[in-house]
């Protein structure tokens, strides 16, 4: 869309999307180029921002402290520590715009793909912090099985909705959308959807007695099928798609259906990035407008709550952000966010306000 007709729509001036095109950050640049301003990928401009990603600051960081084999702290730890282990540098690379084709990102996924289930989910737990877990629970005196049989079923429950809808929307970002591995993980997103339309961590011992969906537990998900080819949806992806999108909005992406809806959770309503495992309603409103909901009516209360958050020079600022626990800052609470400005004009683009 041209920049004039940008402006009039969102009475933005050309200063932000200078600002968003700004070379010292080749991926708001790119996303900005191809998804604003609707460049192809094989316009000259967005070739050249995507092949700068590799080189950015935040990537050098990231990439910096990854070993030799693809993972970035301990081994058998890819969700310990929060923020710094191998997951979560996968889930930032994939939103930062880079691909497979760099070696050091394809090593970092093969890496992760190691603790796949069988079944399709990905587990915060492994063999080692099992057993970690284990010797703290005999040491406090508690009654265990043998510790084969506690290990296995331990590991199992910790294949969590969330973390396994995030993982495969960062593998889809990174270019693995038609490996079969990526399948097996949306097929089993299918297979443990909740009644209700939302997603629970089905074998998760906290969720044993719940029966309404969790926001963070279904956007995730919902995220990874926004990103998964439509092409490729099996009839039973489409109607889990079409049962998540729905429970989001009965909700109206915030708020208590049955409780005369009342605001569910207030630090919703603040802007955080990287989303990670994180719910506002900034990343329902993207995700949901990109499964091709924007006209939906139930969308309005969080899209006012959106534009009265813009400030005066047309931009959006950063609430929230866990600086200080990842590798490299991305950019400082409280101040003016590429990636959020971003990310809201892309909602705007798609509700057409």
């Given at each position: ?25 080749p991926s708001v640049r790119y996303f900005t180029l191809r998804d604003i301003l609707d460049h192809s990928e094989n316009n000259r401009k967005v070739k050249e921002a995507k092949a700068s990603i590799p080189e950015s600051r935040i990537i ?138 939302g997603w629970l961590c089905p074998y998760w011992r906290a969720h044993i007695r719940d029966t309404h969906g969790c926001f963070y537990g279904t956007i995730g998900p919902l995220e990874a099928f926004s990103l998964y080819p439509k092409r ?25 259906d049955h409780h005369r809806f009342k605001i569910i959770n207030n630090s919703w309503l603040s802007f955080s990035f990287p989303w990670f495992y994180r719910y506002n309603i900034l990343r329902g409103l993207d995700i949901v407008t990109k ?63």
């Amino acid at each position: 869309m041209p920049r004039r007709q940008l402006g009039m729509l969102w009475g933005m001036n050309n200063q932000v999307l200078d600002w968003l095109l700004e070379e010292e950050n080749p991926s708001v640049r790119y996303f900005t180029l191809r998804d604003i301003l609707d460049h192809s990928e094989n316009n000259r401009k967005v070739k050249e921002a995507k092949a700068s990603i590799p080189e950015s600051r935040i990537i050098r960081k990231i990439l910096s402290k990854q070993q030799p084999v693809g993972f970035w702290g301990d081994p058998n730890s890819p969700y310990q520590p929060k923020y710094k282990a191998s997951y979560w540098q996968v889930m930032i690379l994939g939103y930062l715009g880079i691909d497979m084709s760099t070696p050091d990102v394809r090593k970092a996924c093969e890496f992760i793909f190691k603790f796949q289930h069988p079944e399709g989910g990905f587990s915060t737990e492994t063999a080692k912090t099992a057993r970690i877990e284990y010797d703290y629970r005999k040491r406090k005196g508690r009654f265990l099985p043998g510790i084969r049989e506690w290990t296995r079923k331990y590991i199992y429950e910790g294949q969590l909705s969330c973390l396994t809808g995030n993982i495969t929307a960062a593998l889809i970002r990174l270019g693995y959308h038609d490996d079969p591995r990526v399948k097996k993980a949306l097929n089993w997103l299918v297979k443990i959807q909740n009644p209700d339309g939302g997603w629970l961590c089905p074998y998760w011992r906290a969720h044993i007695r719940d029966t309404h969906g969790c926001f963070y537990g279904t956007i995730g998900p919902l995220e990874a099928f926004s990103l998964y080819p439509k092409r490729r949806w099996a009839k039973g992806m489409r109607m889990a798609v079409e049962k998540g999108v729905e429970f989001m909005l009965m909700h109206r992406l915030f708020k208590a259906d049955h409780h005369r809806f009342k605001i569910i959770n207030n630090s919703w309503l603040s802007f955080s990035f990287p989303w990670f495992y994180r719910y506002n309603i900034l990343r329902g409103l993207d995700i949901v407008t990109k499964l091709g909901h924007g006209n939906d009516h139930r969308l309005n209360d969080a899209v006012k709550i959106l534009l009265k958050k813009r400030r005066k020079d047309g931009r959006w600022s950063l609430d929230g952000t866990p600086s200080g626990r990842m590798y490299a800052a991305i950019e400082k609470r409280g101040e003016p966010s590429k990636w959020i400005t971003l990310t809201v004009l892309g909602v705007l683009r798609r509700i057409g306000v």
